[in-house]
């Protein structure tokens, strides 16, 4: 079964701080896409950063990046400079390449920010 | 100008009724998707649409049934509601669902999601 899990239900971090959210994923596939959504209470999804799978770099948006471990399956994201309006439900997720795809997501985890 | 843009925001209904949220994308995108939010924030796919065709169909009970009148458009119906289809549903599109820029080229663009209370 394909499965994304986020073992943190919550974290906090102080404002300028680093923090890094942990994912890991459950895939019998060798092409596949992670992505971190962003939720915060407005509702919307707002995707942060993406990775594809057959790239070793990992990838970085502005103070966001990630820590992606292929064999180990794992894909973290590390929110460096914390700002008050990272606040928010981060999703990990995933999708497959070729056939029916299908993004799974993980049950998220949120984040406080503390001034 | 809103991307993906589900009506309405909140939808307070009794048990038993039928009721329908609406979704439109002006992206210019072939997919559509729906996702379920429970309480716990866990989201979920529901159902999803490539040019109008049903392309996945988790298991939802059959009193959920969606309609494409046409690739910019996709509605949620829901009949006899239950207590338990309390959540927040969004609406989601992507570029396209086959060929070089696929869904995992094309991250999923999100409406801003329809709270659904049954009481």
């Known amino acids: 079964a394909q499965t994304v899990t986020q073992s943190q239900p919550e974290m906090s971090v102080q404002e300028a701080e680093t923090v890094t959210l942990s994912c890991t994923y459950d895939?019998?596939?060798?092409?596949?896409?992670l992505f971190w959504y962003k939720q915060p209470p407005s509702r919307q999804m707002i995707l942060v950063i993406r990775q594809e799978a057959y790239k070793q770099q990992n990838a970085t948006e502005n103070r966001f990046s990630v820590n992606f471990q292929k064999a180990a399956k794992s894909f973290s994201l590390k929110i460096s400079d914390s700002q008050l309006g990272d606040a928010a439900m981060y999703f990990c997720?995933?999708?497959?390449?070729?056939?029916?795809?299908?993004?799974?997501f993980g049950k998220g985890t949120k984040l406080t920010v503390n001034p | 100008d809103t991307a993906v843009s589900q009506t309405p925001k909140y939808l307070v209904t009794q048990m038993g009724n039928d009721k329908s949220i609406k979704c439109e994308q002006n992206?210019?995108?072939?997919?559509m998707y729906w996702y379920k939010q429970d309480s716990k924030k866990f989201l979920k796919i529901m159902f999803s649409y490539n040019n109008k065709e049903l392309i996945i169909n988790e298991t939802v009970p059959n009193r959920f049934s969606p309609k494409s009148p046409d690739k910019a458009h996709l509605n949620l119906h829901i009949n006899s509601l239950e207590l338990g289809d309390s959540a927040v549903y969004f609406c989601a599109s992507s570029q396209d669902f086959e060929g070089n820029f696929g869904t995992y080229n094309s991250p999923l663009h999100f409406g801003n999601g329809t709270r659904l209370t049954v009481t």
């Open positions: 895939t019998s596939e060798s092409d596949y896409y």
């Open positions: 997720a995933y999708i497959t390449q070729g056939g029916s795809e299908k993004l799974v």
């Open positions: 992206l210019g995108h072939d997919t």
